[in-house]
Nanobody, 126 residues
Framework: QVQLVESGGGLVQPGGSLTLSCAAS????????IGWFRQAPGKEREVVSC????????YYTDSVKGRFRISRDDVKNTVYLQMNSLKPEDTAVYYC???????????????????WGKGTLVTVSS
């Protein structure tokens, strides 16, 4: 059973920065993808970014390109999402998710993922 624990959410002013962490455990496959999704009130869950295990290929949704950066620490089995120049529209619950599939490129969808964290709230407001 894969377990994912997110941390790092909170309240930040517009233009500020936050770094989210996703600690993963319990997985045995060498081929997987870890993604960050978010869901704002009244909206569908959307992918923000993801990173593959084998080559470290990454994806970013258009609205965060140039502002967010995903990275991983294979020793700690942790994936990070560094979020800069935050905007009020970035306000959402952010979820970490694990998909036991090889990842090469492109967008992933919620239904591609097998395990989810409980989420961490990011609020961007003055």
């Amino acid at each position: 059973q894969v377990q994912l624990v997110e941390s790092g959410g909170g309240l930040v002013q517009p233009g500020g920065s936050l770094t989210l962490s996703c600690a993963a455990s319990g997985f045995t496959t060498d081929y997987y993808v870890i993604g960050w999704f978010r869901q704002a009130p009244g909206k569908e869950r959307e992918v923000v970014s993801c990173i593959g295990s084998s080559h470290g290929n990454t994806y970013y949704t258009d609205s965060v390109k140039g502002r967010f950066r995903i990275s991983r620490d294979d020793v700690k089995n942790t994936v990070y999402l560094q979020m800069n120049s935050l905007k009020p529209e970035d306000t959402a619950v952010y979820y970490c998710a694990f998909g036991g599939i090889p990842y090469y490129s492109g967008k992933i969808n919620p239904w591609d993922m097998d395990y989810w964290g409980k989420g961490t709230l990011v609020t961007v407001s003055s």
